[in-house]
């Protein structure tokens, strides 16, 4: 069974005789005369009552249509995609990013998205490599780690590690030293994220130990608590609950966290990809200042 021939079938079909459909399809009476006995031939049965020069779609005929009429639609799109893809173009593009990446950076980007972007897919990732991320469906992963050599890459921003607190609290300026920090109720990420990681790997440089550090599901359940006045919430997130945040010194300087964007070097629209990557960039760099553009 071929698309085309179901085509004539479809074209018979809604036309309701083999002239008229050989005009729609521009292919000879004939032509479609033998097509449409070889379909019901290989079917074997028969797809319409011939009567007085005109075709009725049969029983059979009627069952089939609907199925012809999906199969010719999902080729349709099929040979969309493939144009597409020789064209290095990408329709939708599925992205992953860690929790407070995709809430305070690529939601807020997705809504700057022009109508001839792709439509984008957007998964939570957790504290995963940009390989596992592009083999679990990425297009494009946003991580925390610089990507290895073997994808393709860019920096996208350099940000605060924040320690937020209530308004009106002795820390509400524009930096707080580590060692100011450990006396505190730390309200803190687990260690498998990587604001976490970043400040464990800050008090052991410092060889400093925190006296109270209670571990929170979600930013911005630190941050509620924070709110709450029972501790300091110590995310990369943005401000919430009016909180107040002091950029963290610690022994080699302020802590931040960086994010990268991956995606496979041979993707077939890898230059979108970069593309994205550096809008993402500029995004970030107008959303929060200069200061968090990356070193290239």
Known sequence: MELRTLGYFVAVADSG???????????????????????????????????AGRLRLSAAGRELLPYARDVLRRADGARAVARSYAAGRLERVTIMSPTTTLTDVIAPFLATL???????????????????????????????????????????????????????????????????????????????????QILDHALDRADLVARDVVECSHPQVAQALAAAGRGVAIVTDDPRFDLR????????????????????????????????????????????GAEVAPAR
């Open 114 to 196: 022009e109508p001839d972007d792709p439509m984008p897919t957007v998964l939570e990732s957790g504290p995963r490599d940009a390989h596992a991320a592009l083999r679990g469906g990425a297009d494009l992963a946003i991580v925390t780690e610089r990507p290895p050599s073997s994808l393709a890459g860019a920096p996208i921003a350099v940000l605060p590690v924040w320690a937020y607190v209530r308004d009106g609290h002795p820390w509400t300026g524009s930096t707080v030293r580590l060692g100011d920090l450990v006396d505190e109720t730390l309200l803190v990420l687990g260690p498998g994220l990587k604001p976490r």
């Open 17 to 51: 005789s083999v002239s008229a459909a050989a005009d729609v399809v521009h292919v000879t009476q004939p032509a479609i005369s033998r097509q449409l006995r070889q379909l019901e031939h290989d079917l074997g049965v028969d797809l319409f009552v011939r009567s």
């Open 245 to 288: 945040g002091s950029e963290i010194v610690g022994r080699d300087g302020p802590l931040r966290i960086e994010l990268f964007a991956a995606w496979e070097p041979e993707h077939h629209a890898a230059a979108t990809l970069a593309g994205l990557a550096e809008r993402l960039t500029a995004f970030c760099v107008e959303r929060y």
